[in-house]
């Protein structure tokens, strides 16, 4: 994919963001995220920011306070297939203040459950002890028509 | 979900199944992979085998070599959004018979490409150095309708 394909892709429609972490043994996980990205078209590919939010309790959560490597999976499930794999580094807030973590739940929800949704799951997922999560991606792999 | 919705969700579409591997040093790596499973709706969910192919200098076959753990998961990426994760350990059959190859290629081609594009779509990704991995599963979250 060119630069505007991998970022019309990954912001695009409902594809859920497939997030792996592992323990410090190397014990793997993966999960399905709603996300956003931060990204400016005039600027390398490299420069956009995926942000996800999730529980301080979540599997994916305990990981990533001990080791904030994490690879993510956007990918489109129908033929032709084509995907997107990012590995990066998270920048974890693990405190946010309400304003901003309702900003960013809200700005999901509207994503993935539409614009007259957005304000009732953003608040449904603005609860204490979410966190904040950020990648800026260090790798990023974008394949399209993989079966052509 | 109940065993029967679980089992139907793992064989029904085209979803591809995220591949989550790891370093025994805990770096994460995860990538979308065409599978089948080989059930018994009879037997316990734990009891199904999921299948899919690899090629050997794949990041996810280097780290499954070395790390046999794994995490899978599938989910239906439009609302009201349904996810099956899978935690197993992985058998490998790293020089798999050319009868053997063919037959799960082709199996899983059927699966993502159409039974009339089978054959051609088997023979393609039955190449030498493709390893055969399968799975069971040691525990399954099966969530339906998360957004409900």
């Not at 410090?24 to 990205?37: E, R």
């Not at 301080?56 to 990981?63: E, M, V």
């Not at 459950?113 to 799951?121: F, V």
Request: with cysteine; charged share 25%; net charge positive.
């Amino acid at each position: 994919m060119t630069k505007k394909e991998t970022l019309d892709f990954l912001s695009s429609g409902t594809m859920t963001a497939k997030v792996s972490t592992a323990s410090l043994t190397g014990k793997p996980h993966v999960a399905p995220v709603w996300f956003v990205i931060d990204v400016d078209y005039n600027k390398p590919v490299n420069d956009l920011v995926i942000i996800f939010t999730t529980f301080n309790k979540s599997l994916k959560a305990k990981h990533l306070l001990l080791n904030p490597q994490i690879c993510l999976c956007i990918d489109d499930q129908k033929p032709p297939y084509s995907f997107v794999i990012i590995n990066g580094i998270v920048e974890i807030d693990s405190s946010p203040t309400k304003v901003d973590l309702l900003s960013y739940t809200t700005r999901i929800a509207e994503r993935y459950m539409g614009k007259e949704n957005a304000e009732l799951y953003g608040k449904r997922n603005a609860v204490s002890g979410e966190l904040i999560i950020k990648i800026r991606p260090i790798k990023i792999i974008a394949q399209k028509n993989v079966s052509d």
